[in-house]
C-alpha cells in the first residue's frame, strides 16, 4: 500500500504566494508509485481545502474560483489514526464523503503563523508524523535574534547585534537611536526578528534615517534587531539534510543581488517567464559558488554544526555573510523550510528532487519511531483519593 503524504502549504503569511509555488514543485516531483499525495492548501484565513486542481500552478490565479472546485476539510485523530474529513454537502441529501487515512504530513510553508513552530505544534497535537524541524528548533530558526544567541552560546560565528520591542522603541526613540549610533554605528542593517524575504529589512546610512527603518520594522514585527552592514558583502547560502544523529550539507551557492538588500523581487520574480515565478530555484546565482576548497568545506562543517546545535530536521538552508575587509564567515540565518526545499543545491550534490523527498519523509517516519519509543503516561492512583470539596468547592471560582 502507497504511503499518503499530505502536503500542507499557504497559510498566514507574507511569503503565502511563495509557498505555493514551493509546494506545487515539491508535489510534482515526488515519486507517485510510491506515495498518495493529498494536497492541504491553507488559506489566508487558515481554512484547509484539498481537491485536484490543486495540483497545478495556473488554477491559483484565480482563488476563489480554485477554492468553488475544492473541498473545505479538517483533521481529526480516531483509534490512533489521523483522518482528513471534508466538511458535509449541506442540504437533505447530503453525500457522506469517506475520510481519508493520512500517514504523514508534509508542511511547505515558509514565514511566521506557520514554518515558526505553529503548523509543527498542530500536527504534533494531531500524533501525525511530519517532515522537517520540530516546535523548537523551527522556533529558533524563525526568531533571528534567539537564533543569534543558540549560535553564540555554542560558539559559532553571528554578528553582534541591539534588540529592543516596539514598545521599548516607542517609549523611548531617543535613546534607542542614541544607543544604536554609539554601539553599532553606520552603515546599520535594521530587521524585524521573525520575519523572511527581506519584508522591514532597510540598510540605514546615518542617523537622519534611523527613525524612518525602525518605523517600517516595527510595522512588521514586534521585537526588531539592529545590526553593522557589512560593506563588502559576499553572501554564501549551504543546505543541511538529515537530524542531529546525521547530517550532510550540500554544495554551496552565490545569489546574486541587484540591489543594496536581496529583495522579496530578487528572490523570486527575476527570470519569472510570463509572471510564471519558479520559487528560489529562479533567483541568479551562482552553484557551486567560486569559493576556495578550504572556504567551501569550512562553510560546509559551519553548516552542520549550526543544524545540530538549534536541533534541526529535515532539509534547511544556512546563509551566510562573508565580510571582504576582514575575511570572516558570519552565519546570518536559517531557513528551516527553504524555499524551493533548496531542491537545487540538493540537485547539484547528486540528489534528484524525488530522492531528496523520499529521505525527507524517511527522517518523519524514524523520528516517529524514536518518539514511540519515548514513556508519555505513566499510571498512578493519584485521582483515586481526590477530594476537591464537591460542588461547593468551586462556588465563587471564576472560570
Ligand atoms: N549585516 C548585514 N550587512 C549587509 N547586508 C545585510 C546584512 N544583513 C542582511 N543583509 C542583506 O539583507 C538581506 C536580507 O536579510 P536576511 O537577514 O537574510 O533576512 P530575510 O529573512 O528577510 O532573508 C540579506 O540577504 C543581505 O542581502
Ligand atoms: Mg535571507
Known amino acids: 500500500m502507497k504511503t499518503n ?83 458535509c454537502e449541506k442540504g437533505f441529501f ?12 508534509f508542511p511547505v510553508v515558509h514565514g511566521t503563523n506557520c514554518e515558526d513552530g505553529t503548523i509543527q505544534g498542530y500536527l504534533e497535537f ?32 553571528v554578528l553582534d547585534c541591539i534588540r529592543f520591542t516596539s514598545r521599548e522603541y516607542l517609549s523611548d526613540k531617543e535613546g534607542i537611536q542614541a544607543k544604536i549610533t554609539e554601539k553599532i554605528g553606520y552603515p546599520l542593517i535594521v530587521k524585524p526578528v521573525n520575519l523572511g524575504s527581506s519584508v522591514g529589512i532597510s540598510k540605514v546610512n546615518s542617523a537622519e534615517e534611523l527613525d524612518e527603518a525602525l518605523t517600517l ?12 552592514a557589512v560593506t563588502k558583502i559576499r553572501e554564501i547560502n549551504c543546505s543541511v539534510l538529515g537530524d542531529v ?19 522579496y523581487e530578487n528572490k523570486y520574480l527575476s527570470n519569472a517567464k510570463g509572471g510564471q515565478s519558479k520559487g528560489m530555484a529562479s533567483l541568479g546565482r551562482k552553484i557551486p559558488a567560486d569559493l576556495s576548497e578550504e572556504r567551501s568545506n569550512e562553510i560546509r562543517e559551519l553548516s552542520c554544526k549550526i ?47 524525488p530522492e531528496l523527498c523520499e529521505r525527507l519523509i524517511e527522517l518523519a517516519f524514524r523520528r516517529q519511531r524514536n ?29
Open 217 to 228: 520594522a516595527i510595522s512588521f514585527a514586534d521585537k526588531i534587531l539592529v545590526e553593522r
Open 5 to 87: 503524504v499530505a502536503f500542507f502549504y499557504g497559510c498566514r503569511s507574507v511569503e503565502h504566494e511563495v509557498s505555493i509555488i514551493s509546494a506545487v514543485q515539491a508535489m510534482m516531483a515526488i515519486n507517485k508509485e510510491k506515495y498518495d499525495i493529498t494536497p492541504v492548501y491553507v488559506t489566508k484565513d487558515g481554512e484547509m481545502y484539498t481537491g485536484e486542481k490543486l495540483f497545478f500552478i495556473e488554477e491559483y490565479r484565480d482563488l476563489p474560483k480554485l477554492l468553488e472546485n475544492c473541498k473545505k476539510v479538517f483533521f481529526v485523530r480516531e483509534n490512533g489514526k489521523v483522518l482528513m474529513k471534508q466538511e
Open 126 to 157: 494531531l500524533g501525525l508524523p511530519y517532515v522537517g524541524c520540530d516546535i523548537l528548533s523551527s522556533a529558533v530558526g524563525m526568531d533571528k535574534a534567539v537564533f543569534k544567541d543558540v549560535l553564540m552560546k555554542a560558539g559559532l560565528p
Open 245 to 263: 544523529n546525521e547530517c550532510f550539507a550540500s554544495v554551496c551557492e552565490e545569489p546574486f543581488m541587484s540591489d543594496e538588500i536581496l529583495s
Open 94 to 105: 447530503k453525500k457522506e464523503i469517506p475520510p481519508v487515512e493520512i500517514d504523514v504530513a
Open 307 to 353: 543544524f545540530k546545535a538549534i536541533g534541526a530536521s529535515g532539509v534547511v538552508r544556512i546563509d551566510y555573510i562573508i565580510d571582504g575587509e576582514t575575511d570572516t564567515v558570519y552565519a546570518n540565518e536559517i531557513n528551516t523550510i527553504p524555499g524551493s526545499l533548496a531542491f537545487y543545491l540538493w540537485d547539484a550534490t547528486d540528489m534528484k528532487y
Open 371 to 399: 518518539r514511540d519509543n519515548l514513556t508519555f503516561t505513566i499510571d498512578t492512583n493519584i485521582l483515586s483519593g481526590v477530594k476537591l470539596g464537591g460542588a461547593k468547592g468551586t462556588k465563587g471560582a471564576k472560570f
